[in-house]
């Protein structure tokens, strides 16, 4: 049901009520349609679409805004190191995964280089600190043993980072071993 259909103005009982499952809501319009309702108008200027309940804008206008972001991101060329989708969560750890990649799906294509991060620990006694006394206890010497091990035996963990990735050099070098044009 749109938000503009999703409620009416009773007289008899002078306030608005939902048109689907008749809930009053007084003087309160706005609540009244946004009860039921699974659609309203985009909120960004000049969009016509209309959008999910929840969000703010429609998907159109959400990814102009997705792109818009991804490409005032600083620029590097692939240097062979991981790289993740922009906004998503599939990695490609060498240049065969990412080849495969770019025959698989081109269409809007977004990358970003992923950065390794070691695990960090803070502190045992937040951790514990329900169930510990209110003065605390002094975590400090298990804190230090546990960063160690960390820094030991954890394995690295890869982030999305800020840097998007310019595919150019890797298009050439695709289109050189396997002859063919990369559409775009």
Known sequence: MRYE???EHRTSIAGWVCKKCERYYGDNEHAARYCCCESRPCTTEGCENRRQKSWISCASCRHKHLVARFEALESKPYDGSP???YN???FM???DELYE???EDYGDLMLVFAEGRQP???CLGEYLSDDLPEDGLDTSEIDEQISQWLKENAPKMYWPSKVRVDLSKVEEVRNRQFGGEVQT
């Open 93 to 95: 750890w060498d240049e």
């Open 5 to 7: 259909d999703a409620a």
């Open 101 to 103: 990649y770019l025959d």
């Open 120 to 122: 960090t620990w803070d």
């Open 88 to 90: 998503g969560d599939r």
């Open 83 to 85: 790289v993740v989708e």
